[in-house]
């Protein structure tokens, strides 16, 4: 039955043929009480909508919860809000009326984005009592503890489950984020309110990047258009690149330590991590939970990794490098074209191969991207971080290797410096235009397709006047929308930019010009996506950016050997040592270690967390070990009294 104060946050879908005994079992696990080892949900089967058609499918569900279910929720969950003290504690029911925004019965208390999540944990932890199969499916094996939404995804009798979209709060999101032009900050508190702290972290990480890379492309302009051999002013303007590399990425810490602070995730312990629904293997006991769970041997994955993963990267790092060797070869014949009638159009052949290279590794990287999931996938995972970590580590050597090879080859290898600008301007441009044709345009004409094609079904039925469309065309019209895959590309592909201005900066200046255009467009384009064209995705709980802070670091620390490589290699410092090679050679090296050196000490020097948010932690830390001392005296004295 319909509460009165149903309102729908998430959709669950399952297959149109699915078992009537699975839907209804499914249903009474979702509603049933916790202490029965139900959810304590509120559920309701979708309606059929407007202009039925034949292909619709019927088992779609809604799912909500009372307010006093999510609040329990929040306390499990351990949410930290907002104290009447200004610090951020973790949530609990007995405490409610002490939490800073918490008036009445609670109502707005949590975000919206907060309530989704707690009913995704809900469902996720919803699991198997003495079951030994879902109903009606034999061959879906239930076990004491096994998840069910999970065995429900790995046997595909689940399509789909996602937060729905909230219409008033996302128009008003849109009109303050990237509707109206505007030189202000995005509203990241707004983002994070609805779409969770992993996005707005990666937004916030976007913005950052795009204001740092601000002096580089002012100190850039001139250097481009004076002084296009003047070695010695290059100098200068490497050491200041390599500086800036370090001293953002440890002032980005502190931001965003500072952002998760505010938005209570910094000090919220991380989940028991639960084995994906991918994840199989012998039936055993897990020594941790002490539940039954698949067993894989460690050992059986480390063969899978060394003997088959690996090679399988290096086999594909040999083919980039072979496409790499038919790009010069193209690059040469062009040359020679040029050489023998130098016109206008045999000046403009000149771009063709690095255009057409440009292209291919964006090719290349797409089909490597499926290859290297095929692979992390096969290699079995036990654990959804683990699996991430394995996945990041072969696109990122892949994608390094394939977008910068040329460039190392052209610069120590060839040493033709206006090859090497030709090559990275046009590489970076390309793969720029290329991004924004992929990541904006591509996605947005799609989804214009699927609207107007729902419209037209709805159009008979609604006014002109009424452009809302009814709560059952809403949910199927989002559940035909693309799935948001997470981060994990945004950040790859500002990874790659940020490499394009790092690694060779002292040969191409106005890269860093390019890169922030680049992300101002990025930010809409990125923000109209996540409003439009994806459903709406989890909130993800994260206090930095992960893997990716290492990522970066790791460029940075290859950034300070190129370029202090390519001045090595000028022609203007080799003239200050016309006898001795090798004097040149270990001055290079000392001045690289020195840099390294400089880039550490800055490292140590400037502290990750703010100190006003180190001592706010550090008193959250010491009230509560002196509640736990209370907490055990107390029970002390009531043991010597029951004893007495």
Known sequence: MQSERFTPLVALELVSDTKEEAITWLLQRIRDKQQNGGAELLVEQL????????????????????????????????LFKE????????FTCTNQQNFKDFQGDGDGFLSVAECQYIIKHELDTLRAKDETHI??????????????????????????????HQKEELKRLTFSWYKKVKLSLQPLDDIRHYFGEGQALYFGFLEYFTFALIPMALIGVPYYLFDWDDYDKYVIFAVFNLIWCTVILELWKRFSATLAYRWGTLSRKKAFEEPRPGFH???GFNPVTGREEPL?????????VYCVSLPFVLLCLYASLYVMMIYFQMEGWALSVHDEDPTFWTGILLFIPSIIYAVVIEVLNLIYRYAAEFLTEWENHRLESSYQNHLVLKVLVFNFFNCFASLFYIAFVMQDMVLLRQSLATLLITSQILNQFMEAFLPYWLQRRRNKKMMRRVSKKTTQEDKELPIEEQVRLEADMSTYLGTFDDYLELFLLFGYVSLFSCVYPLAAVLVVLNNITEVYSDAFKMCHVFKRPFSDPASNIGVWQLAFEAMSVIAVVTNCTLIGMSPQVKAYFPESEMQLILWTVAIEHGLLAVKFILTFLIPDVPKPIQIQLAKLEFESLEALKKKKMLEASELGKVQQ
């Open 83 to 90: 104290f009447n003290d200004g610090s951020m504690r973790g």
């Open 47 to 78: 309606g059929p909508g407007m202009g039925v058609q034949e292909k619709q499918n019927p088992n779609v569900f809604l799912i909500g919860a009372s307010l006093q279910r999510l609040l329990s929720g929040a306390e499990d969950l351990g």
């Open 135 to 164: 109903p009606g499916y034999t061959q879906a094996k239930l076990y004491p503890g096994k998840s069910i939404i999970r065995r429900l995804l790995s046997k595909s009798i689940m399509i789909q489950m996602f937060p729905l």
């Open 296 to 304: 894989y041997p460690n050992a059986k994955r480390q063969l899978r």
């Open 281 to 283: 293997g012998v039936l």
